[in-house]
């Protein structure tokens, strides 16, 4: 190699991306974690993919959740993005219902996808997490985006 994990880091945030916050329940109670690791798969079957570390201290509660529900994040939610990159349980000033297998539903995203885990693949220092869709919701709100290590938002006239 040529380069190190800087350089890497530096030219992947070179792809502006979308920002999610992922959500499940565990034994504990609610969890979430910021994930800007997310992709589409597949129309049919619809799946998805997002990709949780395995440093994390949520690793454990996200490799064996059932189900989980990926919150695709609205310019304005920059707090949310803030909030479940820090500290995953810390749910009591949010408004949430219960979702599929009781997936705490976050309100106000641009589009929300209840999911099914269908499979775990290794992705190095990562887990790539396959969900099944099972339910989604959207709306025509702005999207959250992230770009060169800071948030961006969309530009509307090109």
Known sequence: MTFDQRDLRDALGCFATGVTVVTTLTERGPMGI???????????????LWSPARKSTRFAAFETASHFAIHILAEDQRDLSDLFAR?????????????LGQAPLLEGCVARLECAHSAGHDGGDHLIVVGEVLRITHSDKRPLLYHRGRYAGVQTNL
């Open 34 to 48: 910021t994930a800007n690791s997310f992709a589409s798969v597949s129309l049919t079957p619809p799946l998805v």
């Open 87 to 99: 500290e995953g349980e810390d749910f009591d000033n949010l408004s949430t219902t219960p979702g």
